[in-house]
């Protein structure tokens, strides 16, 4: 439940996760009024600025699209303010903590600290919050963002330095991927209807893609990715996470322990991951030559392995999944902006049919979300021809009426909450780079392993085809 008496701390307030992400979200949220009846909303950053200055910056970033959201937006910059201090003394703390104190009065309050923060100043920051602006009288929540660690150990270790500080049930790890709207309806349609969840397992399925495919390249950002790389930027946490929710067991109940325990336990029956089953490409300058190359981004390294696009092949050793190939595949610089699932299921039996196409059932998280389901008809006339055709619940169409949320609306308001059904847990965050950290190991050691060139706005390397097809996809017709 939801404590109407609430502040909001963000930390970097003046950055770019604040402006673009966690601020438009709180807008949201306050816009239809699902923030607490009485919230304080408070920035912190080193940058020195005054008060108008703060609200402008968070306005710069909010878009305001009816008559009625320009006297929203002005009623919500009246809830922001702005604290500036340093990160690594107490002083700024002790001034924010005063700030807090006289904003919110003798009444108790519970606090919310947003970490938008980068991840070396995590510890740091939550330290010296616990120590000096913890709410006296209310519940404290920490929400924090990936990086979370680089690989198994460091990530142990950022955990270990946080244990002590916050417990587990008050900190909320964001994977944004699990706010998205098709991503937390994957419970609803694989449990709540008969159909999809007696179909969902090796005896009907032959393979399973999720695909996360980005238009744009580092754009001048390649100087921060290149250390990352794709498959720590969206693998091992945003596309890892989908898999978990297409392959877990039915929770006991939609509590978030339930839930959680059921990815645990996923995830634990995942193998760590097989190079042999991984191809990585790096994007060149596009054909024509008008969108530049990978390394002419400032600051990406001249001799630079960094992969912007990565495939692989993931399995799962328990009785529903064994066998199956779960294939992630995700790229910048691509032809297309799409995140979607694809689950292909096997031929039917031959017999009456020499060729017939498989059914494809494809959840699209995004743009346009929609679940449509590639199926066989007879083609309508006088002959007995079949045609592959779809039955397609497209959201805009369905739905036309409903919103839907943006996943930082919907995970901030779980956070107030307390909800933590769509937050990383230890273990889990555990589990996961157990899978990824041999192979990241691996291509960070080996120099002789080299991304394949592929041009900026094309398909990916051009072995993908081949690639995704020896894990036994068949491309059906177009549609
Ligand atoms: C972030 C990655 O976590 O997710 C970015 O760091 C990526 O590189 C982004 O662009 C994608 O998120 P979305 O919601 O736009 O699909």
């Not at 002590?164 to 937390?184: A, C, Q, S």
């Not at 692989?312 to 979607?340: C, H, S």
């Not at 847990?425 to 691996?442: G, Q």
Request: net charge neutral; with cysteine; charged share 25%.
């Amino acid at each position: 439940t939801m404590n109407e008496n609430t502040t909001i701390v963000v930390f970097g307030a003046s950055g770019d996760l604040a402006k673009k992400k966690t601020y438009p979200a709180l807008f949201g949220l306050y816009r239809n009024e699902f923030l607490p009846r009485n919230v304080h909303i408070v920035g912190y950053a080193r940058t020195k600025m005054t008060l108008e200055e703060y609200r402008k910056r968070i306005s710069s970033y909010i878009k305001i699209v009816t008559k009625p959201m320009e006297k929203q937006l002005e009623k919500f910059l009246e809830l922001c303010t702005y604290v500036s201090g340093p990160y690594d003394e107490d002083s700024g703390y002790k001034e924010l903590a005063n700030h807090l104190n006289s904003i919110e009065g003798t009444t108790p309050f519970d606090r919310l600290f947003y970490m938008a923060l980068p991840p070396n100043v995590f510890v740091e920051v939550s330290s010296h919050t616990k120590r000096l602006c913890y709410p006296q009288n209310g519940r404290a929540k920490l929400i924090v963002e990936k990086p979370f660690g680089s690989d198994l150990e460091s990530s142990r270790a950022l955990q270990k330095d946080l244990a002590p500080i916050w417990t587990e049930d008050e900190l909320f790890r964001i994977d944004h991927y699990l706010g998205k709207e098709m991503v937390k309806n994957l419970l609803i349609v694989r449990f709540g209807n008969e159909f999809f969840n007696a179909n969902w397992n090796k005896n009907h399925i032959s393979n399973i893609q999720i695909t996360f495919k980005e238009t744009i390249g580092t754009e001048g950002r390649g100087g921060y990715f290149d250390p990352t790389g794709i498959i720590r930027d969206v693998m091992q946490n945003h596309l890892l996470q989908v898999l978990t929710m297409v392959a877990m067991e039915r929770p006991i109940s939609f509590s978030a322990e339930d839930i959680r325990d059921e990815k645990v336990r996923v995830l634990r029956a995942i193998p760590a991951i097989n190079p042999g089953d991984v191809i990585i490409g790096q994007y060149v300058a596009s054909e024509d030559g008008t969108k530049p190359g990978y390394k002419d981004d400032e600051g990406v390294p001249k001799d630079s392995r960094c992969p912007t696009f990565a495939g692989m092949a993931l399995y799962i050793k328990n009785e529903r999944w064994d066998g199956v190939p779960f294939i992630l595949k995700a790229g910048k610089a691509l032809d297309e902006q799409k995140t979607e699932i694809r689950i292909q299921f096997k031929d039917v039996s031959s017999g009456i049919f020499r060729d017939i196409p498989r059914n494809e059932l494809v959840i699209r998280v995004q743009p346009d979300e929609a679940i449509y389901l590639k199926i066989n008809a007879k083609l309508p006339g006088l002959t007995m021809n079949t045609a592959l055709t779809e039955l397609d619940l497209t959201y805009r169409r369905r739905f036309s009426d409903l919103k839907i949320p943006e996943a930082y609306e919907s995970l901030i308001l779980d956070a107030l909450k307390g909800d933590h059904s769509n937050f990383v847990r230890d273990d889990e965050l555990d589990a996961s780079w157990r899978i990824f950290t041999p192979l990241l190991k691996y291509l960070d050691q080996n120099t002789d392993v080299v991304p394949s060139p592929y041009a900026y706005g094309s398909r990916g390397p051009a072995f993908l085809d081949s690639f995704v097809a020896s894990y036994g996809y068949v491309r059906t017709q177009p549609g």
